[in-house]
């Protein structure tokens, strides 16, 4: 690690915003600048929860929204990876919906 890598982002306890939804989105982040790139493992919840201060449920819950959110996928008994984006100016399928 450099000494000039960017602080890790702190999530905010009296936000709105769930804690795991504020975990998810960081890690969201980061897929997308390519810091975890895909067919990957993300940092496992044990490594999430200690790096950021939460307790194992909120990390596990902020896998669980990047899973609904199509970011990554989970394998039983390997972990979570991260699933491979397409480009944003990609045009979509047939039956894709804009958010």
């Given amino acids: 690690m450099s000494d000039t890598a960017q602080p890790k982002p702190t999530l905010d306890p009296m936000s709105a915003r769930p804690l795991y939804v504020q975990l998810a989105d960081v890690i969201a982040k980061k897929i997308e600048s390519g810091e975890l ?13 200690d790096e950021y201060g939460v307790a194992r449920l909120t990390a596990r819950r902020a896998a669980q929204e990047l899973r ?3 970011l990554i996928v989970t394998v039983r008994g390997k972990g979570s990876f ?12 047939a ?3 804009a958010n």
Avoid: F, M, W
């Fill in 82 to 93: 991260v699933v491979e984006q397409l480009p944003a100016d990609a045009p979509e399928k």
């Fill in 68 to 70: 609904e959110r199509g």
């Fill in 37 to 49: 790139a895909p067919d990957r493992p993300i940092p496992s919840e044990n490594h999430l929860a």
């Fill in 95 to 97: 039956g894709g919906t």
